[in-house]
């Protein structure tokens, strides 16, 4: 309901920048706090309302918000977005995110050339691309269950990170 009320402005006809990106931005809501566009614009939901906060510069394909931190995924890489401040990541420019998971300790990263493995600084990028048994091809999902092992979807295929770093098909 709030998502509708955002859509309509106060004359209750819609938005048109807004209804044109509906089904991206119902889709890429994240725990009530950020959305993106497939234009690339990425929304903060204040008060019920959406509030335009920035602009990736690409469709936006995935969202993970951590410790005031919102990592954007488009079809031109990764965006870390920290208040009123963007950086893209180098070694990720030009490569379509698809997911992105985010912990503590590393943010995982679905691209169309592999899995990424993300210091939260920002700092360091490692490409598990063809490496420790991962099979080749866009990784489009990625989770972590209650043991804190990863499991990766590649194409029609499951694979599950085990503690020796290798990967093993499920």
Known sequence: LRLVNAL?????EYVEEYARNWTTLWTNVLIGRAGGTQD????????????LI?????????LQYLADTIWVGTDAGLT???GNKQRQLAPLEGVKVFAILATPTNVWVGAADGLWQVSPAFSTAVSYTG????????VTAIAQDEAGALWVGIGNTIVQ???DEHFVEV
């Open 8 to 12: 309509l402005s106060e004359d209750g």
């Open 40 to 51: 690339g614009s990425l929304l903060h939901l204040v008060d019920g309302r959406w509030e």
């Open 54 to 62: 920035g602009h990736a510069g690409a469709p936006i394909q995935a």
């Open 80 to 82: 870390l977005v920290q």
């Open 131 to 138: 490496q420790n048994d991962l099979p080749p091809g866009a």
């Open 161 to 163: 990170l085990r503690p």
